[in-house]
């Protein structure tokens, strides 16, 4: 069956350090796969898409993720942090008959 | 360009009334999608709406109903309300037929139900 699994439910990181958050799927098929973020009393907005293009997807805010096919990994990363980046982030596997959000990663940015 | 708009913000009932939950769409879109959302969780999918047609449907049960008007806005109705119920509603839309596998969703703010 698919899912997915976001490895983290909460990660902190320094203002201006590397963010990694991490999300694992599970797939007979080639899926898609996004990355949303929520920030609070808001709605969700697409940060970026795989859509078996390139692997190495650059999305909005200077976030980019890689898929790896033999890890089933599509982890979400950044280079430094900014504090507006505190908000929770979902994984999100799309296929020709589901539509699944992983649980969750709340990212905080400290000072 | 307004985004993606639910009505009501927030919402509090009873159980066992219903409710009706309101979206419109993103200038343009032709197709609404409505997921639930509990408090810690990430959002479930309940159902989608095309061309006024229910096309595709997570495991919710048939208390969870849906209609989609001409003008491409939609409506979620819940009833005999459950505590359960009790979650964040969520409505995206998107672009024309793009297919459920990789089109890019454009969401509300949400419509937050409470059932007491």
């Known amino acids: 069956a698919q899912s997915v699994t976001q490895l983290d439910s909460h990660v902190s990181v320094s203002e201006g350090t590397p963010v990694l958050l991490r999300c694992n799927y599970s797939?007979?098929?080639?899926?898609?796969l996004f990355w949303y973020v929520q920030h609070p009393n808001k709605g969700l907005q697409l940060l970026l898409k795989?859509?078996?293009?390139?692997?190495l997807v650059k999305g909005i805010n200077g976030f980019e993720a890689e898929f790896k096919k033999s890890e089933t990994s599509f982890h979400l990363t950044k280079p430094s942090a900014h504090m507006s980046d505190a908000a929770e982030y979902f994984c999100?596997?799309?296929?020709?008959?589901?539509?699944?959000f992983g649980s969750g990663t709340r990212l905080s940015i400290r000072p | 360009d307004a985004g993606v708009t639910q009505s009501p913000t927030h919402l509090i009932k009873t159980r066992g009334q219903q409710v009706t939950l309101r979206c419109s769409p993103k200038?343009?879109?032709?197709?609404v999608s409505w997921y639930q959302q509990a408090l810690g969780q990430g959002p479930q999918f309940i159902f989608q709406?095309?061309?006024?047609?229910?096309?595709q449907r997570g495991n919710f049960p048939d208390r969870f109903s849906g209609h989609q008007f001409p003008n491409y806005s939609s409506e979620l109705n819940v009833n005999a309300l459950l505590l359960g119920d009790s979650a964040l509603y969520l409505c995206?839309?998107?672009?024309?037929?793009?297919?459920?596998?990789?089109?890019?969703?454009?969401f509300g703010p949400g419509t937050r139900l409470t059932v007491t």
């Open positions: 200038s343009g879109h032709d197709t």
């Open positions: 797939s007979s098929y080639s899926p898609s």
């Open positions: 995206a839309s998107s672009y024309p037929n793009q297919g459920v596998n990789s089109y890019e969703q454009y």
């Open positions: 999100v596997y799309s296929s020709a008959s589901k539509i699944i």
């Open positions: 795989y859509t078996s293009a390139a692997t």
């Open positions: 709406y095309y061309e006024e047609e229910e096309r």
